[in-house]
């Protein structure tokens, strides 16, 4: 099994960046499909991103593509979430997630989950 633990929320003001970690343990993250999704107050949990076990391959949510970037070092066993040109749309706890699949968008295919990290965007 493996524990995931995401890291580098914090507030940002509108247009700014911030990069989300997402540091595994237990197992080594090249066995898993990796994504991001968030969730915002009284909100769904949404998809943002996926990205394959080599890395060669990444799907975006239509509201974060060509501003956010999934990334990962498998040899850090971490994944990363660039953010930039930030809104206050994006305001949420992000969570990154383990999986067997790709592209995987729907958060029941995913088994195993962080705590999650706040991101709040002021405008």
């Known amino acids: 099994q493996v524990q995931l633990v995401e890291s580098g929320g914090g507030l940002v003001q509108a247009g700014g960046s911030l990069r989300l970690s997402c540091t595994a343990s237990?197992?080594?993250?090249?066995?898993?499909?990796m994504g991001w999704f968030r969730q915002a107050p009284g909100m769904e949990r949404e998809f943002v991103a996926c990205?394959?076990?080599?890395?060669?391959?990444?799907y975006y949510a239509d509201s974060v593509k060509g501003r956010f970037t999934i990334s990962r070092d498998n040899a850090k066993n971490t994944v990363y979430l660039q953010m930039n040109s930030l809104t206050p749309e994006d305001t949420a706890v992000y969570y990154c997630?383990?999986?067997?699949?790709?592209?995987?968008?729907?958060?029941?295919?995913?088994?195993?989950w962080g705590q999650g990290t706040q991101v709040t965007v002021s405008s």
């Open positions: 990205i394959s076990r080599t890395g060669e391959s990444t």
């Open positions: 237990g197992r080594t993250i090249s066995m898993y499909n």
């Open positions: 997630a383990a999986g067997s699949f790709f592209p995987a968008v729907i958060s029941k295919t995913y088994p195993y």
